[in-house]
């Protein structure tokens, strides 16, 4: 079985510092969704400050709206589980790597502050590279899907990332990835993949306002920071004693 990768890079200013601690804040959330760090598990929150190695399962009919301290939101659908492997992004370089178990991914990602910078999401089958764009990411038991609406993308074999069988799939366009072998050539997208195209129409908009007031939500985010601390605390204490 072969991981899959997604890579996002180009060139854009990042409005985060580098310090260890919260990168993303969830900024919409529809139904369920919990939040495992460690040993504890809570349920999401409007406002609350996500860090690294955070895990986040979606309920059925539910999703989630992630924006990361570069500017790039992300939509979690129902039934998904995501790790927020990597969030490291500072104003000359940023590493972000998302591993995608199950479901589906929707992601707004501006360019990044560099050409080494890597926007990544992972899934069990496959590897993709891309530089500042508007793309769904599936991922079944068997398979990975991923149909780009702005931009490119080019998917091959994580542990052949430079093999000839890379496909670069470009707007309108989307690929498959088997548990077996590299991506599908790319074809013209799917009338299923076609449906999210109004969802992401409205996720680029809901972007383009939470960037404009990415500061603010950094400061309001910090002024809760201590609260939030104490609602994980809480539910630490409440774990049984081993």
Known sequence: MRPMIMT??????????AFAGPKATVVSLKGECTVTR??????ARVKMALEESDVLVTGHRSSVEILLDNGALVML??????ELSRLHMTSDH???RIALSLG????????LVSPSSTFSIRTKTSVAAVRGTEYVVEAASDSTDVGVFEGTVNVAALDAPDDASAVLVRRGEQ????????PLPAFVMSARMRTHQARMDALRRRAEMHRRSLERILREREKT???????WNRRLQQLPRR
């Not at 460690?38 to 349920?43: E, L």
């Not at 659908?77 to 995501?82: G, H, Q, S």
């Not at 690929?175 to 590299?182: D, I, Q, R």
């Open 104 to 111: 589906r991914i929707l992601a707004s990602v501006r360019k």
């Open 225 to 231: 920071g201590a609260r939030m601390q104490e609602y």
């Open 77 to 82: 659908d129902a039934d998904t589980v995501v």
């Open 8 to 17: 996002v890079c180009g060139l854009l200013c990042s409005a985060a510092t």
């Open 175 to 182: 690929t498959t990835v088997p548990v077996t072998g590299g």
């Open 94 to 96: 940023e590493e972000v």
């Open 38 to 43: 460690g040993s504890a598990s809570v349920p």
